[in-house]
């Protein structure tokens, strides 16, 4: 099972950056998909997550308005999921983290991180002011 995050980078307050996951390894259609992040000094917190068909997603309070999550099962060896941050600020900075958690029961609508089964690498995202 892989989880390789990338699109992290050094970006200006109020602009914009596309985070990707690809996954492989499982059937990850039959995976809810997301994004943890944690910033230095900080635990690690939930960011995003989508439902294995892409119909459902929860966000945090704090990025609701900002961030997009989306997902492409098309590609059944390597599955994608993406993350639009838009309009970033200096607190969004921390190391971004591709999450994936089977579909059955509750545990992907809970927003834990030891919810979730698979963790990719991690990807920097540093917001300047």
């Known amino acids: 099972v892989q989880l390789q995050a990338s699109g992290g980078g050094l970006v200006q307050a109020g602009g914009s950056l596309r985070l990707s996951c690809a996954a492989s390894g499982r059937t990850f259609s039959e995976y809810a998909m997301g994004w943890f992040r944690q910033a230095p000094g900080k635990m690690r917190e939930f960011v995003a997550v989508?439902?294995?068909?892409?119909?459902?997603?929860?966000?945090?309070d704090d990025v609701k308005d900002r961030f997009v999550i989306s997902r492409d099962n098309a590609n059944k060896s390597v599955y994608s999921v993406y993350l639009q941050m838009n309009s970033l600020k200096p607190e969004d900075t921390a190391v971004y983290y591709c999450?994936?958690?089977?579909?059955?029961?509750?545990?992907?609508?809970?927003?834990?991180?030891?919810?979730?089964?698979?963790w990719g690498q991690g990807t920097q995202v540093t917001v300047s002011s």
């Open positions: 989508i439902n294995s068909s892409g119909g459902v997603k929860y966000y945090a």
């Open positions: 999450v994936a958690v089977p579909m059955y029961g509750s545990r992907w609508t809970s927003g834990r991180a030891n919810e979730y089964d698979y």
